[in-house]
């Protein structure tokens, strides 16, 4: 497997070194009683286990305040990471042009990364 590296700050590490974790969610109704913090923390013990990773990365989709995509009362999923020890990388922004439901285009969104160090 070929090894490229991500520079964050002149800091390289190698992208074999992370394990990107895709969106994991919960329905509505099971928000709040602890269910997504025991889902990350057990997916954390099993990459851990593998011995391979020194980091988690995950991204969410950068919008606006005033988005009318967002729902009333929107509470970013940025304080639930937070909590869990990621850490928000602003410098780290990569353009992901995709298809929104209920559009015809596809256009180009930015994704923040955040990491956890893996101990």
């Known amino acids: 497997m070929r090894c490229f590296a991500l520079y964050l700050k002149k800091n390289p590490f190698p992208i074999d070194s992370i394990f990107y974790l895709g969106e994991i969610l919960l329905i509505k109704e099971y928000r709040g009683k602890g269910i997504g913090f025991k889902m990350y923390t057990m997916f954390e013990e099993l990459v851990m286990q593998n011995n391979q990773y020194e980091k988690i990365a995950i991204a969410q989709v950068h919008r ?55 101990k």
Do not use: C
């Open 64 to 118: 606006d305040e005033n988005d009318p995509r967002k729902p009333d009362n929107y509470d970013s999923i940025q304080k639930f990471w937070e909590r869990l020890g990621y850490i928000e990388n602003p410098e780290m922004i990569v353009q992901a042009p995709y298809k929104e439901i209920g559009s015809t285009e596809i256009v180009p969104h930015s994704l923040i990364f955040s990491f956890k160090e893996l």
